[in-house]
């Protein structure tokens, strides 16, 4: 398994305004899935996208993949202060291989 | 409502104690895992399991070990706390296989060792 390498660490922002956070990994994948945690809180599933998908929607989020830069990007419009909150990304490869997270972007929404 | 729960949800125990946390999801999910979350590390992959029956080592497995005797069911055991094993600590289940599906995580298992 691999892990993602979120970037950046830590954005700020202010509300209404977008934010955008990207994520690398180093081999081919089979699909990437994003995950918030909210301080104190257990990860939970925003969106999974498959590597023969270069797009995908939900709500205010917007994920895309790149395989051929083997990057994705997770964007946030019109942020509210309830997004605040850290975001991770799993790339996963396949077979039995687990999913592993990385550190992290920290995103702070300022009202 | 399926859930996934944890307990205790806070724990303090001293160096050298057994310590087991309990983790329970009423999915009737195949996949279980455990993480740790620390600062400046992110989540580590402690053990997981994909069946009853099934364990295996993630990244971090030193000092802890798992045993998966009915689907529900996933304890973690510290066998020797340490207080380099102070942390968070999150389990999660997935069904489908073991990266096609959503992982739901529980609400985490604060454990402090003096």
């Known amino acids: 398994s691999q892990q993602g390498e979120e970037d950046p660490q830590a954005l700020s922002i202010q509300e209404g305004e977008n934010a955008t956070m990207n994520c690398s990994y180093k081999?081919?994948?089979?699909?990437l899935q994003w995950y918030r945690q909210n301080s104190g809180r257990g990860l939970v599933h925003l969106i999974l996208i498959r590597s023969n998908e270069r797009e995908k929607h939900s709500g205010r989020l917007r994920v895309t993949l790149d395989t051929s830069k083997k990057s994705s990007s997770l964007l946030i419009t019109a942020s509210r202060a309830a997004d605040t909150a850290s975001y991770f990304c799993a790339p996963w490869n396949s077979g039995n291989t687990p999913l592993v997270f990385g550190k992290g972007t920290r995103l702070s929404v300022i009202a | 409502d399926a859930e996934i729960t944890q307990s205790p949800r806070h724990k303090i125990t001293e160096t050298g104690r057994q310590v087991t946390l309990a983790c329970h999801q009423t999915?009737?999910?195949?996949?279980m895992f455990w993480y740790r979350q620390d600062l400046g590390h992110g989540l580590r992959l402690i053990h997981y399991s994909y069946g009853v029956q099934d364990t295996n080592k993630g990244e971090v497995s030193d000092g802890y070990s798992v045993s998966r005797s009915n689907t529900e069911d996933l304890p973690l055991t510290l066998e020797s706390a340490a207080s380099s094993q102070t942390s968070v600590y999150f389990c999660?289940?997935?069904?489908?296989?073991?990266?096609?599906?959503?992982?739901?995580f529980g609400p985490g298992t604060r454990l402090t060792v003096l």
């Open positions: 999660a289940s997935s069904g489908g296989g073991a990266g096609t599906d959503t992982q739901y």
């Open positions: 081999t081919s994948i089979n699909n």
């Open positions: 999915w009737n999910h195949n996949n």
